[in-house]
């Protein structure tokens, strides 16, 4: 009886602990929404992210419509890279910032047309 207990309790413990490990798997995939402050007022564009160990995927939805970004998220270091058509230019958009729990909040760099600033909360 008190093996069959024991081994319920390491059964239960394991089962907790392999579900602690897939939480943070899933790091900063999902849906985020930002808010920016740019040269030229504010935005809030939105991110569908997807890591994969380091690798970060997504896509990114603003005021020059949806497009792909790519990126890396290392510890709390997170970095990623959209290219959106501006007004028939195509413009680069470098995110760089820190991921903690469910924000994130950094610098954003638009090419060659200034930088702004960038926060972000998990929905």
């Known amino acids: 009886m008190h093996k069959t207990r024991n081994l319920m309790i390491a059964v239960i413990f394991a089962s907790v602990a392999v579900l602690a490990i897939a939480a943070q798997d899933k790091g900063v995939s999902g849906n985020w929404k930002l808010t920016i402050e740019t040269p030229n007022g504010p935005g809030t564009p939105s991110?569908?992210?997807?890591?994969?160990?380091?690798?970060?995927?997504?896509?990114?939805?603003?005021?020059?419509?949806?497009?792909?970004?790519?990126?890396?998220?290392?510890?709390?270091?997170?970095?990623?890279?959209?290219?959106?058509?501006?007004?028939?230019?195509?413009l680069e958009i470098e995110y760089a910032g820190t991921v903690e729990g469910d924000t994130m909040k950094g610098k954003v760099k638009f090419g060659e047309f200034g930088e702004g600033t960038f926060s972000g909360k998990k929905e």
Request: glycine share 16%; no cysteine.
């Open 47 to 90: 991110l569908v992210l997807k890591q994969e160990g380091e690798k970060l995927s997504g896509t990114y939805k603003g005021r020059f419509g949806e497009s792909p970004l790519t990126g890396t998220v290392k510890g709390k270091d997170i970095k990623f890279t959209v290219k959106v058509n501006a007004q028939g230019n195509e």
